[in-house]
């Protein structure tokens, strides 16, 4: 890598180098936080290099790594595509058909980013009204 390279990276990475040795070192290792932890602190035991290295990781910035696994928004959008139209074959028929239950976690993941849906329900009640009709019903 030449001098430039190791800069530019380094830069990314907003001046912190041993950040820069440890994502390169991730890279070289198949990905794995742990190997790329052990290979640069040696003496460090198997346990503390999970758990370090995992630290590390987690000041990589995440579009930095999705970088590194080939991710993107639009492969993101392209995989999700694929879901709502997933399909599967009939046993019975030898037909192709739709597969209802795969489509339905597409359909959550596109209803939450266009904040049609949520993880919890919403739910509101008017607990004054209730008080108020209990309060009467028993005289208080």
Known sequence: MSGDKVKD???????????????ITWIKN????????????PTVSDVSSYE??????????????????????QVY??????GLDASKWNDFTGEREADHKT????HDKLGKLLGIETD???????????LQDERKEFEL
């Open 77 to 82: 959008f392209k995989q999700l595509r694929e």
């Open 52 to 73: 370090l290295g995992s630290r590390m990781l987690r000041k990589v910035d995440k579009n930095t790594i999705m970088e590194a696994y080939g991710l993107d928004q």
């Open 9 to 23: 990276l380094v830069k990314i990475f907003n001046n912190n180098i041993d950040l820069a040795l440890f994502y």
């Open 103 to 106: 489509r339905q976690a597409y």
């Open 120 to 130: 919890h329900p919403t739910v509101q009640m008017n607990f004054v009204k209730v």
């Open 30 to 41: 198949g990905l794995n936080a742990s190997k790329a932890y052990k290979e640069l602190h």
